[in-house]
């Protein structure tokens, strides 16, 4: 079955950093997509309500709204008496809510997870909706986690004492987490399991069983893919409810060592899946990219492992190209259909980063005389505009590049600064033209530095970023 390129209801920023996350359909409007980007950022909401045909036909008659179904919101504190409640310290209560609130998070996955399989997986098996093998590449092993979380809930109710309280609870998730690696499969191939659950929305009995999961009670009006993102949401979620139990643990606390290193523990587990995850989301347009001519397939293509960030860009004429930043080469491209699947046709040669002069141009530095179609008017000063070239003789490539907006534009003089000083081995720059001219110096330097060089004394293209702010974690 061949794939499409998964839809997002709009498009966000460029977040600084990069893996669990976006994944992405073709940005518009210039706007940059980083990869691999963290785990936190990589929510692909939305969907299934707003493909084709998923509303009901006009003059159909509806029952009222069925009431959604709610969860259990019941707090630690309020299953306690008074007397017993006053028996523990307010520092104590908090601290057993965010335990609390760790146990009731485990068993509303537990029972997504179980929904998914049940209300989704097995009817639209059972109704030839989908194949099997649609199904498995879609939903993956999502319900073979479930004995995973069912064990955590198993300790911690070992774990709690005659009064109700968990005593200790570092050591109990240090022997659990390592276990979450079981994710890292699910998590790299949820970029193509998007593509192809958004492919087969196209097919209206898959719109009219989607939407009608939607409208049951059951559903609490979340979309397929929101249960199917959930276990990615539940992961990044992890350090923060841990934090939490350490902010209302005492210092002398026996607990606070060991909540201190499965802190450390869950932030290597989640860098450990970005990365990984990159790695998938990288192959994965690399395996759509689409060559005219054999000659246009750099050989270094094979050796990226990182997409930087990718976006649609117009260039002097006003023709639209989709531009891939990858870790060894800039690839610029035009977005093409064949046979139904969507790929990428690569427009010239692709440019080593190695070889690659990039210039910010001033606003209006350049008169285009029209040249961008529809952006331009005759002889209109130019706005948010950077030029890329190579200096490799034999290429004779220069390319001005056009942005929507002067965010975007940062975000791509950004990205490629970054990437030119990794692969010559210096600090990135933040100057105008220092780029360029660093380039235009010997060439001869920059290719006797080895890849040895690059990695110990230049800092990563993007940082893989296990540490999970409060605002990047996503409520369900």
Request: with cysteine.
């Given at each position: 079955t061949e794939e499409k390129e998964p839809s997002n209801k709009r498009v966000r920023p460029l977040a600084k950093v990069s893996s669990l996350v976006n994944l992405i359909s073709p940005s518009k409007n210039g706007a940059v997509r980083r990869f691999g980007q963290t785990i936190q950022s990589m929510s692909l909401r939305g969907g299934d309500s707003k493909s084709p045909g998923m509303s009901l036909k006009a003059g159909s008659k509806t029952a009222g709204p069925t009431p959604t179904k709610r969860r259990n919101s019941t707090l630690w504190s309020e299953t306690l008496d008074v007397h017993q409640k006053s028996t523990f310290s307010t520092k104590e209560i908090k601290r057993q809510e965010a335990i609390h609130e760790l146990y009731r998070g485990e068993q509303d996955l537990i029972e997504d997870l179980q929904l998914a399989r049940k209300a989704y997986h097995d009817p639209m098996l059972k109704l030839s909706i989908m194949t099997e093998e649609e199904l498995a590449h879609i939903f993956g092993d999502l319900d073979a986690y479930i004995p995973l979380h069912e064990d955590l809930l198993m300790k911690l109710m070992e774990g709690t004492g005659p009064d109700g309280t968990v005593a200790q609870i570092g050591q109990i998730v240090i022997d659990w987490l390592p276990g979450l690696n079981a994710y890292k499969g699910y998590c790299s191939n949820q970029l193509a399991a998007k593509a192809l659950l958004d492919q087969k929305k196209l097919d209206r009995r898959v719109q009219d069983f989607l939407q009608r999961c939607l409208e049951s009670p059951f559903s609490r009006k979340l979309d397929l893919w929101s249960f199917l993102d959930i276990p990615r949401s539940r992961l990044v979620k992890y350090p923060l409810l841990l934090r939490e139990i350490l902010r209302h643990t005492p210092p002398d606390h026996?607990?606070?060592?060991?909540?201190?290193?499965?802190?450390?523990?869950?932030?290597?587990?989640?860098?450990?899946?970005?990365?990984?995850?990159?790695?998938?989301?990288?192959?994965?347009?690399?395996?759509?990219?689409?060559?005219?001519?054999?000659?246009?397939?750099?050989?270094?293509?094979?050796?990226?492992?990182?997409?930087?960030?990718?976006?649609?860009?117009?260039?002097?004429?006003?023709?639209?190209?989709?531009?891939?930043?990858?870790?060894?080469?800039?690839?610029?491209?035009?977005?093409?259909?064949?046979?139904?699947?969507?790929?990428?046709?690569?427009?010239?040669?692709?440019?080593?980063?190695?070889?690659?002069?990039?210039?910010?141009?001033?606003?209006?530095?350049?008169?285009?005389?029209?040249?961008?179609?529809?952006?331009?008017?005759?002889?209109?000063?130019?706005?948010?505009?950077?030029?890329?070239?190579?200096?490799?003789?034999?290429?004779?490539?220069?390319?001005?590049?056009?942005?929507?907006?002067?965010?975007?534009?940062?975000?791509?003089?950004?990205?490629?600064?970054?990437?030119?000083?990794?692969?010559?081995?210096?600090?990135p720059r933040v100057q105008q033209g220092e780029a360029v001219r660093a380039k235009r110096r010997s060439s001869t330097v920059s290719a006797t530095i080895s890849d040895e060089e690059t990695n110990e004394n230049c800092p990563p293209v993007y940082v893989i970023c296990a540490k999970i702010r409060d605002q990047e974690t996503e409520k369900l």
């Open positions: 026996p607990d606070v060592t060991s909540l201190e290193r499965a802190i450390t523990i869950i932030q290597e587990i989640l860098s450990d899946i970005n990365v990984r995850k990159g790695e998938s989301e990288c192959q994965y347009y690399i395996d759509k990219l689409e060559y005219l001519d054999d000659k246009q397939r750099d050989p270094l293509i094979d050796n990226c492992k990182t997409l930087l960030c990718h976006g649609e860009l117009r260039n002097k004429s006003g023709s639209r190209l989709h531009v891939f930043l990858f870790s060894e080469l800039l690839v610029l491209t035009r977005p093409v259909t064949r046979n139904d699947r969507s790929c990428f046709q690569v427009y010239r040669q692709p440019i080593p980063v190695l070889d690659l002069a990039l210039e910010d141009l001033q606003d209006g530095e350049i008169r285009m005389g029209g040249s961008f179609r529809g952006a331009f008017t005759n002889g209109e000063k130019a706005k948010n505009v950077f030029r890329v070239s190579s200096l490799d003789p034999s290429h004779g490539q220069s390319h001005t590049l056009h942005v929507n907006d002067v965010y975007h534009k940062q975000q791509w003089l950004n990205c490629l600064r970054t990437a030119m000083a990794q692969q010559q081995g210096a600090p």
